[in-house]
């Protein structure tokens, strides 16, 4: 059966503290996996998508990293508009559905 | 412009009542989904239109039916709901069934 696994639950930092979000999946093959951030009551943004294991993305203080078994969410410098819960999704081959993790909830503190 | 809008954005209905939740996108996607997404949880798939056509429904009960207009437009008719079908309601399209979806900021819909 695919499933996604997110680590920790919630994650509780400084202002400045670098630290990464981990997302461990198992599926019989990746088409994508998926990186969203989702404030209270909104609709979850899309931040990164990762095909294949090596690849990397980056945007501001996020950088996404993808191996054959899991994927991190790095978090460099992190501020207080970074408190949000981070959504890891995969898309297996073959499937039309995604396949969603429980979610991060990161908090940043002044 | 990665835009996908919903209306309304907070709803209050009550079980015997008949409402309409709408969505749209302007971005030339031909793939579109309903989720409902409980506090805590992530969101849970309960519709997918492609190219207009009705491709998935994941045993979502007939109080829940969906529409697609047109390309651009995806709708949710909701008729008879129960107490437990209060949710936030979120729309996402993508360019294709494989590719990057983008959501909406949902409806928030709460059954008295």
């Known amino acids: 059966e695919d499933q996604v696994t997110q680590s920790p639950e919630a994650l509780r930092l400084q202002e400045g503290e670098s630290s990464s979000l981990n997302c461990s999946y198992t599926?019989?093959?990746?088409?994508?996996l998926f990186w969203y951030r989702q404030d209270p009551g909104k609709g979850p943004e899309f931040l990164f998508t990762?095909?294949?294991a090596g690849e990397e993305k980056e945007k501001e203080r996020l950088k996404a990293t993808l191996t054959k078994k899991e994927s991190f969410l790095h978090i460099t410098a992190p501020k207080p508009e970074d408190s949000a819960t981070y959504l890891c999704?995969?898309?297996?081959?073959?499937?039309?559905?995604?396949?969603f993790g429980q979610g991060t909830r990161l908090t940043i503190n002044p | 412009d990665t835009e996908v809008t919903q209306t309304p954005k907070h709803l209050v209905m009550g079980m015997t009542n008949k409402k309409s939740l709408k969505c749209e996108q302007h971005m030339g996607h031909r793939a579109m989904y309903w989720y409902k997404q409980k506090a805590k949880k992530p969101p849970e798939l309960m519709f997918v239109?492609?190219?207009?056509?009705?491709?998935i429904n994941e045993s979502v009960p007939s109080r829940f039916s969906p529409e697609c207009p047109n390309s651009s437009l995806l709708n949710l008719h909701l008729h008879a709901l129960q107490p437990e079908d209060s949710a936030l309601y979120l729309c996402?399209?993508?360019?294709?069934?494989?590719?990057?979806?983008?959501f909406g900021p949902g409806t928030r819909l709460t059954v008295t």
């Open positions: 996402a399209s993508s360019q294709d069934r494989y590719d990057s979806q983008y």
């Open positions: 990762l095909y294949s």
């Open positions: 239109y492609s190219y207009e056509k009705l491709s």
């Open positions: 599926v019989s093959g990746l088409r994508g």
């Open positions: 999704a995969v898309l297996p081959q073959g499937a039309q559905k995604l396949v």
